[in-house]
């Protein structure tokens, strides 16, 4: 089972900028399904974007054109490039993946343990 290990969050003024990174060991970053997800206290994970194995990748709506997702499978590495931060981004945000589907949190396999973001106004 692949593991995850996250890093790359912090605390940005509105309109700024972070890049999250997600290392895997353990398993070949190419075969998964690959996904993040962020969770804000009392609401259930929210997909954010994800990545599949063809190259193919779905965003959200409050994050399309902000936020994007690179896989670079020579570095067994997933990233978050997250621009014009909004402080409705706040949130710890989570790497998953996932041998089939990895849009909904019932189908990962594998999580990482998170990273905080948090956007001041």
């Known amino acids: 089972q692949v593991s995850l290990v996250e890093s790359g969050g912090g605390s940005v003024q509105s309109g700024g900028s972070l890049r999250l990174s997600c290392v895997a060991s353990?398993?070949?970053?190419?075969?998964?399904?690959m996904a993040w997800f962020r969770q804000t206290p009392g609401s259930q994970r929210e997909g954010v974007v994800e990545?599949?194995?063809?190259?193919?990748?779905g965003y959200h709506d409050s994050v399309r054109g902000r936020f994007t997702i690179l896989r670079d499978d020579a570095k067994n590495t997933l990233y978050l490039q997250m621009n014009d931060l909004k402080p409705a981004d706040t949130a710890s945000y989570y790497c998953a993946a996932s041998l089939l589907d990895c849009d909904s949190p019932d189908e990962i396999r594998s999580w990482g343990q998170g990273t905080r973001v948090t956007v001041s106004s």
């Open positions: 353990g398993g070949t970053l190419s075969s998964y399904c």
């Open positions: 990545a599949d194995t063809t190259g193919g990748t």
